[in-house]
Nanobody, 127 residues
């Protein structure tokens, strides 16, 4: 079992930056693919980014590509999302997630098959 705790959400001006963190615990946590989803008010949950267990492969939603960067530090069992050039459309609750599989399910099924989830952290982008 893997436990996930997000942090780093808050209020930021449009065009600004924010870094989210996700701390993982549990047996073999570093062997899981990890990623981020988000859900805005009145919207369905959507995929943001994923990174494989070794950190050698990443994949991003088109809406954040070039602006967001996902990374991980397996010595700390932590995963990060650096968000730059934030837009009002980025306002959402951001959820850390983990799964044994690194594959298309992450970005084609809104995370329905993902095994582990954090409680979420709110990001609000204002203008």
């Amino acid at each position: 079992q893997v436990q996930l705790v997000e942090s780093g959400g808050g209020l930021v001006q449009a065009g600004g930056s924010l870094r989210l963190s996700c701390a993982a615990s549990g047996r073999a946590a570093s062997n899981y693919a990890m990623g981020w989803f988000r859900q805005a008010p009145g919207k369905d949950r959507e995929f943001v980014a994923v990174i494989n267990w070794s950190g050698t492969n990443t994949y991003y939603a088109d809406s954040v590509k070039g602006r967001f960067t996902i990374s991980r530090d397996n010595t700390k069992n932590s995963m990060y999302l650096q968000m730059n050039s934030l837009k009002s459309g980025d306002t959402a609750v951001y959820y850390c997630a983990a799964d044994s599989l690194y594959g298309t399910t992450w970005y084609r099924h809104a995370g329905d098959g993902i095994d582990y989830w954090g409680e979420g952290t709110l990001v609000t982008v204002s203008s």
